[in-house]
Nanobody, 128 residues
Framework: QVQLVESGGGLVQAGGSLRLSCAAS????????MAWFRQAPGKEREFVAA????????SYADSVKGRFTISRDNAKNTVYLQMNSLKPEDTAVYYC?????????????????????WGQGTQVTVSS
């Protein structure tokens, strides 16, 4: 019902910034609450940030709060993750996730099971 494609990953130095994008196709993008997760090598996937359909409600993992910002542009069918002050421990594959939602202001948080669709991931590597 929706396809998600992440982009914007790459190699950056500690303290630098990247902006990830997740482009959606299929069902109307504004029908979905969205989130970012990440998975470092040898570790389980962890929640990063979530955003409601309208963009009015956001949530963040404690590890990224104050450094990362999730946003969306429904006219462009795209969700973003602006990552500032990057640290080596931010190195991971970052995944975009989507959940169909009937409520414009609800975000669905950190549970992987809350999300119906996933992108293929984009690699972020932060060097020291």
């Amino acid at each position: 019902q929706v396809q998600l494609v992440e982009s914007g990953g790459g190699l950056v130095q500690a303290g630098g910034s990247l902006r990830l994008s997740c482009a959606a196709s299929g069902r109307t993008f504004s029908d979905y609450a969205m989130a970012w997760f990440r998975q470092a090598p040898g570790k389980e996937r962890e929640f990063v940030a979530a955003i409601s359909r309208s963009g009015s409600t956001t949530s963040y993992a404690d590890s990224v709060k104050g450094r990362f910002t999730i946003s969306r542009d429904n006219a462009k069918n795209t969700v973003y993750l602006q990552m500032n002050s990057l640290k080596p421990e931010d190195t991971a594959v970052y995944y975009c996730a989507a959940r169909i939602s009937s409520w414009s202001n609800s975000a669905y948080g950190s549970r992987e099971s809350n999300y119906d669709y996933w992108g293929q991931g984009t690699q972020v590597t932060v060097s020291s």
